[in-house]
């Protein structure tokens, strides 16, 4: 196996999605053509690797990811020759491109489909999951509850029912069969050849579990991982897989690979949820908790942490009173919730926009072990707009300028609507405005992006816990190659000050965001004076914190 140069381990990705980030043509929809005017946009904010949420055709009933042909770029958003211009734009500034490998399911007009419900004896009929009578556990396993009824549906042109763990028009790929293994094989060498560093593995989980009529507990096929893990690293030595996998610690190290030899990456729901509770409650102990069990790691993989996505706040793992704290915190009403178990509203409304928490929060995340991920639209604080059905509502365009449509669009009706009214309308939050602003919210989050990069250890070393003797305050401090460096993290509402002792050995602390160093008392502590929603970024020596070129 080629080993690659692990550059996601010190990387910021950024997601997107192209039908709602910059119209090009003037037709209301975002498309390659705009994306490739905003890369310079993209690359001064400090970002290694786009990804793009799906792009392929399709019918747009579940905002792409219905996809309906694998190898094309749907005409509304331009044609394959112009993401070729993407991944080369991307390619001149230092960027990689991540994109979406939806390979669980496919719409119900893919031609794979349409030849498997029509023809009994269509090599394609074995692609997907049938079965002749309508199974006991029809009404068990749904992905959205109160909203789908059933994970299996007749077709009446086949005469049989077909399974699928999400909507009935997104039927369930037999992923246990070796054809349609070869096939997802085929895709991911397709994209590749094109340009792209790897793929968000959607629903990976669902894609490596047997289905069928019979299965009453499905059985995880990892090994399937580590074949798509092989092939990807024989096409392309550094590229790489972030998987979508919702999953219990316990199984971490079966989906990383024991020797590193499955995911590369994969998103920690584990920490995001426990993380949402410690902004709701200030206790960080459940978060620490959540650190500690989700530690272990093949030295190659790599944790993605994140805020909010662009689904809905995911709090199906914590206890119920718990979750009910976040609900009564950040989502009270019943038009702020989703499927029983989440949160359908970007972070600054969730925060009442105040500044300082959106701040402790995005300065948690780039913290935490891993690599950051953010979504479009984080950088200047964008709202929601909860009129718009499920996960539309956190899914609006990107907000540009105050001019028309929010500088997105020259189109007097956009694909989705523009937030035009309210403190988080397009008038108020724009990225020209911050631009000229030097304390606005998107130079912050650029500032903060640099000094990330300039800690590596955060992205490559080990991570301890250090005492701080109040449950609202978090202090980690993390070691790579002889560099330390100390980060603490006030979630309480009210100041406090606390004796940071372990891991500080008696050494100065050089703040990397401000003036305000810390020097050890007698014993060697460290006393520390922390504002409401505050936060401190440390360098543990007596390095200035102006350039990496200082470490050790």
Same mark, same amino acid.
């Given at each position: 196996?080629?080993?690659?140069?692990?550059?996601?381990?010190?990387?910021?990705?950024?997601?997107?999605?192209?039908?709602?980030?910059?119209?090009?043509?003037?037709?209301?929809?975002?498309?390659?053509?705009?994306?490739?005017?905003?890369?310079?946009?993209?690359?001064?904010?400090?970002?290694?690797?786009?990804?793009?949420?799906?792009?392929?055709?399709?019918?747009?009933?579940?905002?792409?990811?219905?996809?309906?042909?694998?190898?094309?770029?749907?005409?509304?958003?331009?044609?394959?020759?112009?993401?070729?211009?993407?991944?080369?734009?991307?390619?001149?500034?230092?960027?990689?491109?991540?994109?979406?490998?939806?390979?669980?399911?496919?719409?119900?007009?893919?031609?794979?489909?349409?030849?498997?419900?029509?023809?009994?004896?269509?090599?394609?009929?074995?692609?997907?999951?049938?079965?002749?009578?309508?199974?006991?556990?029809?009404?068990?396993?749904?992905?959205?509850?109160?909203?789908?009824?059933?994970?299996?549906?007749?077709?009446?042109?086949?005469?049989?029912?077909?399974?699928?763990?999400?909507?009935?028009?997104?039927?369930?790929?037999?992923?246990?069969?070796?054809?349609?293994?070869?096939?997802?094989?085929?895709?991911?060498?397709?994209?590749?050849?094109?340009?792209?560093?790897?793929?968000?593995?959607?629903?990976?989980?669902?894609?490596?579990?047997?289905?069928?009529?019979?299965?009453?507990?499905?059985?995880?096929?990892?090994?399937?991982?580590?074949?798509?893990?092989?092939?990807?690293?024989?096409?392309?030595?550094?590229?790489?897989?972030?998987?979508?996998?919702?999953?219990?610690?316990?199984?971490?190290?079966?989906?990383?690979?024991?020797?590193?030899?499955?995911?590369?990456?994969?998103?920690?729901?584990?920490?995001?949820?426990?993380?949402?509770?410690?902004?709701?409650?200030?206790?960080?102990?459940?978060?620490?908790?959540?650190?500690?069990?989700?530690?272990?790691?093949?030295?190659?993989?790599?944790?993605?942490?994140?805020?909010?996505?662009?689904?809905?706040?995911?709090?199906?793992?914590?206890?119920?009173?718990?979750?009910?704290?976040?609900?009564?915190?950040?989502?009270? +009403?019943?038009?702020?919730?989703?499927?029983?178990?989440?949160?359908?509203?970007?972070?600054?409304?969730?925060?009442?926009?105040?500044?300082?928490?959106?701040?402790?929060?995005?300065?948690?995340?780039?913290?935490?072990?891993?690599?950051?991920?953010?979504?479009?639209?984080? +950088?200047?604080?964008?709202?929601?707009?909860?009129?718009?059905?499920?996960?539309?509502?956190?899914?609006?365009?990107?907000?540009?300028?105050?001019?028309?449509?929010?500088?997105?669009?020259?189109?007097?009706?956009?694909?989705?609507?523009?937030?035009?009214?309210?403190?988080?309308?397009?008038?108020?939050?724009?990225?020209?405005?911050?631009?000229?602003?030097?304390?606005?919210?998107?130079?912050?989050?650029?500032?903060?992006?640099?000094?990330?990069?300039?800690?590596?250890?955060?992205?490559?070393?080990?991570?301890?816990?250090?005492?701080?003797?109040?449950?609202?305050?978090?202090?980690?401090?993390?070691?790579?190659?002889?560099?330390?460096?100390?980060?603490?993290?006030?979630?309480?509402?009210?100041?406090?000050?606390?004796?940071?002792?372990?891991?500080?050995?008696?050494?100065?602390?050089?703040?990397?965001?401000?003036?305000?160093?810390?020097?050890?008392?007698?014993?060697?502590?460290?006393?520390?004076?922390?504002?409401?929603?505050?936060?401190?970024?440390?360098?543990?020596?007596?390095?200035?914190?102006?350039?990496?070129?200082?470490?050790?």
């Amino acid at each position: 196996m080629v080993i690659n140069d692990l550059w996601y381990k010190n990387a910021v990705i950024y997601c997107l999605s192209v039908e709602t980030f910059q119209d090009g043509n003037g037709d209301g929809i975002g498309d390659f053509r705009g994306l490739i005017r905003r890369l310079d946009y993209l690359h001064g904010l400090g970002v290694d690797a786009i990804w793009l949420m799906p792009f392929q055709p399709s019918p747009q009933r579940d905002d792409g990811y219905d996809i309906s042909d694998h190898y094309g770029v749907d005409p509304r958003f331009g044609t394959l020759g112009d993401f070729v211009e993407f991944t080369h734009g991307c390619r001149q500034r230092g960027m990689r491109v991540l994109i979406d490998l939806v390979v669980n399911h496919t719409s119900d007009q893919h031609p794979w489909f349409q030849e498997a419900r029509r023809d009994p004896d269509s090599p394609y009929r074995d692609w997907y999951v049938w079965s002749r009578r309508r199974p006991k556990n029809a009404k068990q396993g749904m992905v959205f509850p109160g909203v789908q009824k059933t994970t299996w549906t007749r077709d009446a042109i086949a005469g049989e029912y077909y399974f699928h763990r999400f909507y009935e028009f997104q039927p369930d790929l037999d992923t246990s069969n070796p054809a349609v293994q070869a096939e997802i094989l085929k895709i991911m060498g397709f994209w590749l050849q094109l340009g792209v560093s790897g793929f968000r593995m959607d629903a990976v989980p669902f894609v490596i579990a047997t289905k069928g009529p019979d299965v009453r507990k499905p059985t995880e096929q990892y090994d399937m991982l580590r074949t798509f893990r092989e092939f990807l690293q024989w096409r392309e030595g550094d590229a790489i897989i972030l998987a979508e996998a919702n999953v219990l610690p316990r199984t971490d190290m079966a989906y990383f690979g024991n020797d590193g030899d499955r995911m590369h990456m994969m998103f920690n729901f584990q920490v995001n949820q426990a993380l949402f509770y410690a902004l709701a409650a200030a206790d960080t102990a459940p978060l620490a908790k959540a650190l500690a069990t989700t530690r272990p790691r093949p030295a190659t993989a790599q944790w993605a942490t994140f805020l909010r996505n662009h689904d809905e706040l995911d709090l199906g793992r914590l206890s119920e009173a718990r979750r009910q704290a976040v609900f009564d915190a950040f989502g009270p +009403e019943r038009s702020m919730q989703l499927y029983g178990r989440g949160i359908r509203r970007r972070l600054a409304p969730m925060l009442q926009g105040d500044r300082r928490r959106l701040e402790l929060a995005y300065s948690l995340m780039f913290t935490l072990p891993g690599t950051p991920v953010l979504r479009y639209g984080d +950088e200047i604080a964008m709202g929601d707009d909860l009129s718009l059905p499920e996960r539309q509502c956190a899914r609006t365009p990107m907000q540009w300028s105050d001019a028309p449509q929010g500088g997105f669009s020259r189109a007097a009706r956009t694909v989705s609507p523009v937030i035009a009214e309210g403190p988080y309308g397009y008038a108020h939050v724009n990225v020209a405005e911050q631009r000229r602003d030097p304390n606005s919210m998107l130079n912050w989050m650029e500032r903060i992006i640099r000094m990330r990069k300039e800690v590596p250890e955060i992205g490559w070393g080990d991570f301890s816990l250090l005492p701080t003797g109040t449950p609202a305050v978090l202090a980690m401090r993390y070691e790579w190659r002889g560099a330390a460096s100390v980060f603490v993290h006030n979630l309480g509402a009210a100041p406090c000050e606390i004796l940071l002792d372990g891991g500080t050995e008696g050494v100065p602390l050089v703040n990397l965001l401000s003036g305000d160093h810390s020097r050890p008392e007698k014993g060697g502590k460290h006393r520390i004076l922390m504002e409401p929603y505050g936060y401190r970024w440390f360098r543990a020596g007596g390095l200035d914190g102006l350039s990496g070129a200082e470490r050790p």
